[in-house]
C-alpha cells in the first residue's frame, strides 16, 4: 500500500506540524540510479583536489549557520538544544574530517619476492571508490548521522543517495541544499523522501554498489537478507550496553557520567547507558546518588536553552516505554523515580532497581529515559549477566584499581569498552561498530 504523496515533518516536543515535503517518486529514483552508474564510470573527472575544496567550503558553509541547524535538530528530533548545538559542531568537524582523509586514500606496495613465483616482480594496490551508494540514515543524530554516512561517499568519489527518516527530513535537506551551494554536482548526492517499500526497493536495487543502513536490527538485517549479488553494506543498530560499577569505583566521577550516558537524548542513543551493575558494597549508595541526579534533569521543551531531556520522536514510543517499564514493576522491579509518562510526548527519566533478567527492559533496547541497576557480589557474574544479550556494541567498567578495571574491560563483548567513562562516549574519528546483532562493518570517519 502506497504513503501519501506527501510528508508532513513536526515539531517533536508538541506535535505542531513545521513542514510538507514531496515524497520522491520511485521513477525519479531510477532515472538517478541510471545516472549514478555513468558518473562511477567517470570518476576520473571529479578528481579529489574537487572533492576536497568542496567538503572544506560546506564546513565553511555549516559553520555559518550552526545555531540554526541546532535548532532544525531540536525542532524535528527533539534533542535538547545544549545537545543539538553539540551534533551540529560535531557535524562540521565530521566534514572537514572527510576533507582531510582525502589525502590518505592511497594503496600499498605488495612485496612480491616472498616466494619464487613472485622474484622480480612489482606489484601494488589502488584504492577505489566502488560506485552508487545508498544511505539510509535514523532520526536520533539527524545531521551528524547523515554527515557520516554522505561525506565519506564524497571524499572518495562514489555518487550517493541518501534517505533520511521520516520524522526527521529536515536537518538532511538542509545539509544537501548546503553541499550544492558548496559546488558539489547535484547529480553526486540526492535525497530521497521515499515511503517504506520504495526505500526498500532502492536499497535492494543491484545498481547499488553499497548500502549504508543506521536504524533498528529488525530492519537492517532484513534488508541484508535482500541485497543484489556484490552489493556490500554496512549496518549500525542498537544495543542495550552495560556498565559494572568496581567496589573501588569513584561514585563522584562516575554518577554524573552515567546520567548523561543513560538520559541523554532521552536515551534515543544506540550506545546509551541501559544496564548498571553496582557491587553490592556500594549498591545502596548508587542507587541514592543516581536516583537523586536523575531527579534533578530538566525535561521538557527542547528549544529551551535548561533542558536536558526533551520528548521521545513519536507519541508512540512513549506509550511503549510506558508499557515496558509497567510490565517490569509487575513482575517484581522497584521504581526508584519516574516511571510515568510526563505528557503524551515526554517520559520522565527512570531508574528501575532489579528488573528480572528476562523482562523487555532487562533484554531489549528501551531507547528511552530508563536505566535499570543491578546489585551483584562477583565481578565474573556481573560480566556474564553483561554478556548474555545477542546484542553487543559498547560498554563501561568503572574502578580506581587500573589493572582489575582493565581485567574486566578485556572480559565485557562489544566494539568498544569505555574505562571510567559512560558507555555513549565517542568521537567521529573512532571506529564505531555494533557487534553480533548491533551491526555489521565498521562506522567512523578517517
Avoid at 16 to 21: F, K, N, R, S, Y
Avoid at 78 to 99: F, Q, S, T, Y
Avoid at 176 to 187: T, W
Avoid at 427 to 445: C, E, H, K, V, Y
Wanted: glycine share 8%; with cysteine.
Amino acid at each position: 500500500m502506497k504513503t501519501d504523496a506527501t510528508l508532513t515533518v513536526f515539531r517533536t516536543f508538541d506535535r505542531e506540524p513545521i513542514a510538507t515535503l514531496e515524497r520522491t517518486p520511485f521513477e525519479t529514483v531510477d532515472i538517478w540510479l541510471d545516472e549514478m552508474r555513468v558518473l562511477h564510470r567517470g570518476r576520473a573527472h571529479f578528481p579529489a583536489f574537487r572533492r576536497r575544496d568542496i567538503l572544506l567550503r560546506l564546513a565553511d558553509l555549516m559553520k555559518a549557520e550552526r545555531n540554526d541547524l541546532a535548532m532544525t535538530i531540536a525542532l524535528e528530533g527533539g534533542k535538547p538544544l545544549i545537545d543539538a548545538h553539540i551534533e551540529a559542531d560535531r557535524a562540521i568537524h565530521g566534514v572537514e574530517l572527510a576533507a582531510s582523509e582525502i589525502e590518505r586514500i592511497a594503496g600499498r606496495q605488495v612485496p612480491m619476492d616472498l616466494s619464487p613465483a613472485g622474484a622480480e616482480r612489482i606489484a601494488f594496490t589502488r584504492r577505489e571508490p566502488i560506485g552508487p551508494v545508498v544511505a539510509i540514515s535514523a532520526f536520533n543524530h539527524p545531521l551528524n548521522l547523515i554527515v557520516h554516512q554522505v561525506a565519506p561517499a564524497i571524499a572518495t568519489g562514489c555518487p550517493v543517495i541518501v534517505k533520511p527518516a521520516d520524522p526527521t527530513p529536515l536537518s538532511a535537506r538542509r545539509f544537501v541544499e548546503l553541499a550544492y551551494e558548496a559546488g558539489l554536482p547535484e547529480e553526486w548526492c540526492r535525497l530521497a523522501l521515499l515511503d517504506i517499500p520504495d526505500a526498500e526497493k532502492l536499497a535492494t536495487d543491484p545498481r547499488v554498489a553499497f548500502l549504508t543502513f543506521i536504524g533498528s536490527a529488525k530492519v537492517g538485517w532484513h534488508l541484508r537478507s535482500k541485497l543484489a549479488p556484490g552489493t556490500r553494506c554496512a549496518l549500525e543498530h542498537g544495543g542495550a550496553a552495560p556498565v559494572i560499577l568496581m567496589p573501588d569505583a569513584d561514585l563522584d566521577a562516575a554518577i554524573p557520567l552515567l546520567v548523561k550516558g543513560g538520559y541523554y537524548h532521552s536515551g534515543q542513543v544506540c550506545v546509551s547507558v541501559q544496564r548498571i551493575f553496582a557491587h553490592a558494597s556500594i549498591a545502596d549508595e548508587v542507587e541514592n546518588r543516581l536516583t537523586q541526579a536523575v531527579a534533578d534533569l530538566v525535561s521538557g521543551d527542547p528549544t529551551r536553552e535548561e533542558t536536558e531531556a526533551g520528548p521521545l520522536i513519536l507519541p508512540r514510543e512513549v506509550e511503549r516505554v510506558s508499557d515496558w517499564v509497567l510490565e517490569a514493576e509487575k513482575a517484581g522491579a522497584r521504581i526508584a523515580i519516574g516511571g510515568q509518562a510526563i505528557s503524551k510526548t515526554c517520559y520522565a527519566p527512570t531508574v528501575l532497581v532489579e528488573p528480572p533478567e528476562d523482562s523487555k527492559v532487562s533484554t531489549l533496547e528501551i531507547f528511552g529515559p530508563v536505566t535499570c541497576l543491578f546489585r551483584y557480589t562477583d565481578v565474573g557474574e556481573a560480566v556474564r549477566r553483561a554478556n548474555a544479550l545477542p546484542v553487543a556494541f559498547q560498554a563501561a567498567v568503572f574502578g580506581r584499581d587500573i589493572n582489575r578495571t582493565l581485567a574486566v574491560a578485556d572480559r565485557l563483548d562489544g566494539s568498544g569498552i569505555m574505562i571510567n567513562d559512560h558507555t555513549a562516549f565517542r568521537t567521529d574519528w573512532m571506529p564505531f561498530a555494533g557487534l553480533r546483532q548491533s551491526g555489521l562493518g565498521t562506522g567512523g570517519i578517517g
